[in-house]
């Protein structure tokens, strides 16, 4: 090929490979305005106020496309089919109770997202913002609501394998005392002081103000650990336990377990632990589950799947009986208030 020839097919590469570039940036913002647009058949959502201390209400980031896509909404508990009052605050992950809400944000910058926790009253305003250390993942109010936390991918950005790390974070919203790093806590495996490098800690939920449960994971192995805010430690109970929920009435946890035979990138299944005899049992969902279950009442455990908006929202049965049931499409991260 003589040297004419070789710039000519140069040009066309560089032509081909932009037409190719300006067609995916097309399909792109084709598809971010596509989400902007209401879709037929989907959920009907109306603007309005949500409040967080109304009994009866299911609070949730909704997932439907259109102008309130991300907003927390809400819908009767009793009704969760019905139509949403969209609050217009955007959130990635979201947990209510007793008044007080956690929303983890995306900051959109020119170069960059950057993340922030918001801490916010019963009528959705801002009392206090802190920046994240990575991206928002996890997210819990104690049932008083007066103790916050979040987790965050540090590095990597899922639990399914093995090089990723998380910060686990709690806050006292009446003193506004942070602990940012719930690995500095003491770490005691079989009783005794576990000091290691590779100490991970994600996932907490409350029994009160000052006690919770969360996940370890340390030497390539997940632990459940009750944690303590007052002597700050944390203390393994039981095994191959991730994004534990504890259960109203404080005697079970909810989780997602790693199953022998599972594929790498599907490897959890939603199991209960008695906390009373440390015996688990599963339920009836059968389907990989990788979320942070909430506890609709004693009975019912909520959880999210993969859906045509992104995420829906499912129930089971807490001891193992029925049959998954979908409750809500196009809706993560639930609440329920009262």
Not at 242 to 266: M, N
Request: charge should be neutral.
């Amino acid at each position: 090929m003589n040297r004419k020839n070789r710039i000519l097919a140069l040009l066309a590469a560089v032509l081909i490979l932009g037409g190719v570039a300006v067609g995916a940036t097309l399909h792109a913002a084709g598809r971010s305005a596509e989400k902007d647009r209401a879709q037929p058949g989907g959920p009907r959502v109306h603007p309005g106020e949500v409040v967080l201390d109304a009994p009866g209400l299911s609070v949730f980031r909704n997932m439907a496309w259109g102008p309130h896509r991300d907003e927390i909404a809400t819908v009767p508990a009793d009704d969760p089919a019905g139509p949403r009052t969209s609050s217009g605050v955007r959130c990635l992950r979201f947990h209510a109770a007793a008044g007080t809400g956690i929303c983890l944000q995306a900051v959109h910058g020119r170069l960059r997202d950057s993340y922030r926790a918001v801490v916010l009253d019963a009528h959705l305003r801002e009392l206090r913002r802190y920046d994240l250390a990575g991206i928002p993942t996890r997210a819990r109010v104690s049932p008083s609501g007066r103790s916050v936390a979040w987790t965050v991918f540090v590095s990597g950005d899922s639990y399914a394998g093995t090089s990723f790390s998380t910060r686990a974070s709690v806050l006292d919203t009446r003193t506004w005392s942070l602990d940012r790093d719930l690995e500095e806590y003491r770490f005691f495996l079989d009783g005794h002081l576990h000091q290691a490098s590779d100490l991970n800690v994600w996932g907490v939920t409350f029994a009160d103000d000052s006690r919770f449960y969360a996940t370890v994971a340390t030497g390539g192995r997940t632990y459940l650990v009750r944690g303590d805010r007052t002597d700050r430690t944390l203390r393994a109970l039981h095994t191959n336990v991730e994004c534990p929920s504890l259960s109203p009435d404080g005697t079970r946890i909810a989780y997602k377990k790693r199953v022998e035979g599972a594929s790498s990138d599907a490897p959890w299944r939603l199991y209960v632990l008695d906390l009373r005899t440390l015996r688990e049992s599963a339920t009836a969902e059968h389907r990989n589950i990788d979320d942070q279950a909430i506890w609709r009442d004693d009975h019912t455990l909520v959880y999210s799947l993969p859906g045509d908006y992104g995420s829906d929202l499912w129930t089971v049965p807490a001891d193992g009986s029925g049959s998954p049931r979908l409750s809500m499409t196009a809706a993560l991260a639930p609440a329920f208030t009262g």
